[in-house]
Structures are given as structure tokens and as C-alpha cells.
């Protein structure tokens, strides 16, 4: 295995926060969650930002705070659903580490749509099938990655386990 980072990308609500600090923990890694960094520097939740900052502000910081720490090495990222929008983050993500892609179907992501509801303010006054047109466009810039994992009816643990396994191969 390399130092490269790894980097967890996917839909909001895949796993990416919690999964990623596992790994990182199996791996003896640093964690790092491009959200609650973000969080830190403004010392607000990432709903307040957006409500008292706006979205913009929180798009270009989770730009700046992402490419910084794509010139580390030997790190776990795991960045905010919305971060692979931008191309200059897809880029600088995609040279300098290994992208791992949550894959979780629309189904069982609808099972787990209240436990993060209250948190995601872009899913804020959506209705579900708006959130489900959300969750297939939002594929798109998902596209590009180095390992995709589908998670759905797997647990943490075994999610866990799955990707130290391949990133033992490939990284
Ligand atoms: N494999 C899983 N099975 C069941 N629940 C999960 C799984 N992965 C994450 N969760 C739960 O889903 C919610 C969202 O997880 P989170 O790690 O915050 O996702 P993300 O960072 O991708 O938005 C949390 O409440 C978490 O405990
Ligand atoms: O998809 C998005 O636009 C967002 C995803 C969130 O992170 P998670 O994917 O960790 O929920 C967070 O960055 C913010 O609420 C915006
Ligand atoms: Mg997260």
C-alpha cells in the first residue's frame, strides 16, 4: 500500500463520514471530515453557514480547505456530498489520491433519510421525488473515482473491512 490519501465521495447520508474515520482508525491514519473542518473554522454548523453565510461562501472554503489537504499524503478525507461538483476539486482529488466512491441505491437510502434530514440543508424543503432527482443527477459528477462500493445491506463493520481488503491490493 501506498501513502496516497484515500478520499470517500458519494450522495449525502452514504456513509462517508462514518465510514471514513473507520478506515482511517484500521489504518492508523489521520481523519479528516472536509465538513466538520469547515465547521471548525466558521465555529457553526454546516446549516448555519448555509442560512447565515449562504451556500457560495461554504462551497469556496470547502474548495480552499480540500486542496490544501490534497498536498498531504496519508491521509483519510472524506469530503461533503456536494464537494465533486466543483471540477477543480474532482481534479485535484483525482491526481493526488485514491477516490473511493459510497454507492448506496435510492431505496435503501430512503430508509435512512431521517437520521439525516434535520442536518442536510440543501435536502431542506425538498420533496422526495425532487430528492430523488437530486440523487441521480448527483451520479454524474460521481463518475470518475478508483473504487466504487455498493453498501447497501452491508454494516459499517463490513464495509469496513471490505475496503482495507482492497485498498491493501490497489493503493
Ligand atoms: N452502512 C450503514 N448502515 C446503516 N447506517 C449507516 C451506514 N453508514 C452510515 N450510516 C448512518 O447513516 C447516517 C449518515 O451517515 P454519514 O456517515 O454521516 O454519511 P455521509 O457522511 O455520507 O453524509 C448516520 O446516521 C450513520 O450512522
Ligand atoms: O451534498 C451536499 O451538497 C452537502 C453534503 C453534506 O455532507 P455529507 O455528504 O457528508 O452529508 C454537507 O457538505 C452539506 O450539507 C452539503
Ligand atoms: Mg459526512
Redesign the pocket.
Known sequence: MTNKSIVFI?F????????GRMVAEKLGREFIDIDEEIEKEYAMKVSDIFEKIGEMAFRDKEKSVITSLCEQKGKVL?LG?GAFLQEDIRKVCLSSSFVILLDLSFDKWKE?LN??IDSRPVLKGKSLSEMEELFYKRQEVYAKHHLKVN?DD???EE?TDLIIHAVNEKV
Do not use: A, E, N, W
Not at 449525502?12 to 465510514?19: D, E, L, R
Open positions: 458519494g449525502m447520508g452514504v456513509g462517508k463520514t462514518t465510514i472524506s456530498g435512512r437520521l439525516i453498501t452491508q454494516d459499517p464495509i
